[in-house]
């Protein structure tokens, strides 16, 4: 099994910054894409950023330009720096990775989620 640990969330205001970090553990083989996503109530989960093991990324067209995403694959981590931002980031933040486990079997996973509140 693969677990995905989050933290980093919190409450700032608008402009401000905060960093979303996330370690995955467990019996991992490999690691191919590591993302978040958000989901602010009332709507549907979307994906914020990716990035491959290659260090390919992805961006929602409304972070472009604000959210930085990284990961480390030595240490199976990944990070979402989030600055200049804005009530409508207000969600909470999951993520996600998919890969291979050691007995060769495929995997999803997702975090718990946590929670980043932007107030005006």
């Known amino acids: 099994q693969v677990q995905l640990v989050e933290s980093g969330g919190g409450l700032v205001q608008t402009g401000g910054s905060l960093r979303l970090s996330c370690a995955a553990s467990?019996?991992?083989?490999?690691?191919?894409?590591m993302g978040w996503y958000r989901q602010a109530p009332g709507k549907q989960r979307e994906l914020v950023a990716s990035?491959?093991?290659?260090?390919?990324?992805n961006y929602v067209d409304s972070v472009k330009g604000r959210f930085t995403i990284s990961r480390d694959n030595a240490k199976n981590t990944v990070t979402l720096q989030m600055n200049s931002l804005k009530p409508e980031d207000t969600a909470v933040y999951y993520c996600?990775?998919?890969?291979?486990?050691?007995?060769?079997?495929?995997?999803?996973?997702w975090g718990q989620g946590t929670q980043v509140t932007v107030s005006s």
């Open positions: 996600n990775a998919n890969g291979r486990k050691r007995s060769g079997f495929s995997f999803d996973s």
């Open positions: 467990g019996s991992i083989f490999s690691i191919n894409t």
């Open positions: 990035i491959t093991s290659g260090g390919s990324t």
